[in-house]
């Protein structure tokens, strides 16, 4: 026996062998399986999106956490400033001044104030009135 297992290595020559096979067939089965996104696999992948969205959801829904109660005293103060510029400005075009009021606008336009103006009362205030609206 001891001859027989030195000439053909024993068993663990046998055994390395087959790992090293088995091995290969599996990459060569991953390879393969990889090349096509079934419909099983857009599923799975399509859950997992939306359980992440859902997490995130819930995490934003939340109006308590400190990083919403910043968000809302932003909201409100680049707005009240909105509303500011916007009164000066029609105070000054009552007056007659319009270089005043071109050089606000000049000013607002420069530094996108309409634009970031829209995108704070879309996001922020138009969800709450959705909500409103919804009930």
């Known amino acids: 026996m001891g001859f027989w297992s030195w000439l053909t290595g024993g068993g663990e ?55 919403s109660v910043a968000r809302r005293v932003i909201a409100f103060a680049f707005t009240a400033n909105f509303l500011l510029i916007l009164d000066v400005a029609l105070f000054f075009a009552v007056r007659g001044d319009a270089n005043i009021v071109k050089s606000i606008v000049d000013v607002c336009t420069a530094f996108r104030v309409g634009i970031i103006q829209l995108a704070i009362v879309g996001f922020y205030f138009g969800v709450h009135m959705l909500r409103s609206w919804k009930k």
């Open 13 to 67: 020559a046998v055994e390395s062998a087959a790992k090293v096979a088995e091995k290969a067939t599996d990459g060569i089965y991953n390879g393969i399986d990889k090349m096509f996104y079934t419909d099983e696999e857009k599923a799975e992948n399509a859950q997992k999106i939306l359980d992440s969205q859902l997490a995130f959801i819930r995490m934003a829904y939340n109006s308590n956490s400190i990083r």
